[in-house]
């Protein structure tokens, strides 16, 4: 991650830890002399990242909670500010390869999705089985993006009231069974792909979570340090640009108005004018990285004074 330019002494905030790989490469990065905080939902992957990331010691804290919630987990480290900051907005492969946690549907499992089962909340079951045909469409078009969200919404209301949708396995039957045979013909993932992405979105709040984070971060990171961010979805990357841009923009007046009144500062550089995606090798190495764009950007020390508009 040497767009975050890792070095000694930093403090780095990994807001979503997964199995540690992020938090290891930084700390090795900066020869083990920085210290780490990692926020993770998912307390099976607390675990195995406290296992990888052992050898570090103390200069690991681990933390279970929702990323938006960083600056609580800052303030109980006694952190102020931050020099370097990661979040990964994709699954885990713990995640995705456990049928138990009912995020995928290669293997049947039970239709669950909650990132942190512990904290309680809406599973995908739950949902499927008692939102109206309404809210389930818009979840699936929205989220989704799938242009047969309407045949797949109706096909979900009618197959519960046959029986209640309880399997990851019978759900991806239903949907499927919505496309058209063409469309099944033809596609080059499961039909179901899209309205496990809407639904695993849905339950655990992921655009909502990432909007908080965004608009929070820029206040804890200390002059010069940098904010990255991996999405996998264009609602995502289109927050995180949106989210940046505005930061790095000085004077938001209305262009007619010939004297800026907002008093907007920029915080923030961008760093990346167009998202890194990864490269051949990266894809062969790890075919989920196909759809990661990465984003960065670096707090400004003294902010520039308003009045004038920004690039």
């Known amino acids: 991650m040497a767009i975050l330019a890792p070095k000694p002494g930093m403090r780095i905030l990994d807001a979503t830890v997964g199995l540690g790989g992020h938090i290891g490469g930084l700390l090795d990065a900066a020869k083990g002399d920085a210290w780490a905080l990692g926020l993770d939902r998912d307390r099976e992957a607390l675990a195995e990242a406290a296992r990888r990331l052992e050898r570090f010691g103390d200069r690991v804290r681990l933390v279970r909670t929702r990323f938006s ?15 370097a900051v990661i979040l990964d907005a994709g699954m885990s492969s713990l995640q995705l390869d456990d049928p138990r946690r009912g995020f995928g549907f290669i293997a049947d499992g039970p239709l669950d999705m909650r990132m942190g089962i512990e904290d309680g909340g809406e599973s995908a079951e739950s949902l499927v089985n008692r939102a109206s045909f309404a809210r389930l469409r818009e979840i699936i078009r929205e989220f989704g993006e799938d242009p047969q969200a309407g045949r797949i919404a109706r096909a979900i209301v009618a197959a519960r009231e046959e029986a209640a949708i309880t399997t990851t396995g019978r759900l991806a039957q239903v949907v499927a ?26 339950v655990n709040e992921e655009l909502r979570e990432l909007e908080e984070f965004l608009r929070a971060i820029p206040d804890y990171l200390a002059p010069g340090g940098r904010v990255a961010v991996i999405s996998f979805h264009s609602l995502e990357d289109r927050l995180v640009k949106r989210a940046f841009r505005f930061e790095a923009t000085g004077c938001i007046c209305p262009r007619e108005q010939v004297v800026c009144v907002c008093g907007h500062k920029p915080r923030l550089r961008i760093l990346t004018k167009k998202p890194l995606v990864p490269g051949e090798a990266e894809i062969a190495a790890n075919s989920r990285a196909r759809s990661a764009k990465l984003r960065a950007a670096e707090r400004l020390g003294e902010p520039a004074e308003p009045g004038e508009r920004g690039a």
């Open 69 to 83: 919630r960083f600056p609580e987990a800052l303030g109980e480290a006694g952190w102020e500010t931050v020099d």
């Open 177 to 202: 069974a919505a496309y058209p045979a063409k469309w099944r013909a033809t596609a080059r993932q499961h039909p179901a792909t899209r309205t496990f992405q809407a639904l695993r979105m849905a």
